[in-house]
């Protein structure tokens, strides 16, 4: 699968296409978000387990039943309300201060 979106496998160390190889140190809160029918459902607690042991704030998630890029296919009915969750929890991450004013 890998060879469809990076023919030049040696770039896959290379953190501009894969960011878990780069410092994360700086990066900002995160949320980490994968589908339960995901080719690369693995890539996604990995990602979250080395943001957060380079001390970025993460939340993790994995939608059970969803498939890869469900977030944009626009026919799955379930698929707006679970992408709305994350943005108020980045929303939150980002400003907790505020993190009871609702977003508009």
């Given at each position: 699968?890998?060879?469809?979106?990076?023919?030049?496998?040696?770039?896959?160390?290379?953190?501009?296409?894969?960011?878990?190889?780069?410092?994360?140190?700086?990066?900002?809160?995160?949320?980490?978000?994968?589908?339960?029918?995901?080719?690369?459902?693995?890539?996604?607690?990995?990602?979250?387990?080395?943001?957060?042991?380079?001390g970025v704030p993460v939340r993790?998630?994995?939608?059970?039943?969803?498939?890869?890029?469900?977030?944009?296919?626009?026919?799955?009915?379930r698929a707006n309300e679970l992408?709305?969750?994350?943005?108020?929890?980045?929303?939150?991450?980002?400003?907790?201060?505020?993190?009871?004013?609702?977003?508009?």
């Amino acid at each position: 699968m890998g060879a469809g979106y990076l023919p030049d496998r040696s770039l896959s160390l290379d953190p501009r296409v894969s960011p878990i190889e780069g410092d994360l140190t700086a990066v900002a809160p995160a949320i980490v978000c994968g589908a339960g029918c995901d080719p690369l459902r693995d890539h996604a607690p990995a990602y979250a387990a080395v943001l957060e042991a380079a001390g970025v704030p993460v939340r993790f998630r994995i939608s059970p039943g969803m498939l890869h890029g469900y977030w944009s296919t626009g026919v799955v009915p379930r698929a707006n309300e679970l992408a709305d969750q994350p943005c108020e929890e980045l929303a939150e991450l980002h400003a907790p201060e505020q993190a009871d004013i609702p977003l508009p």
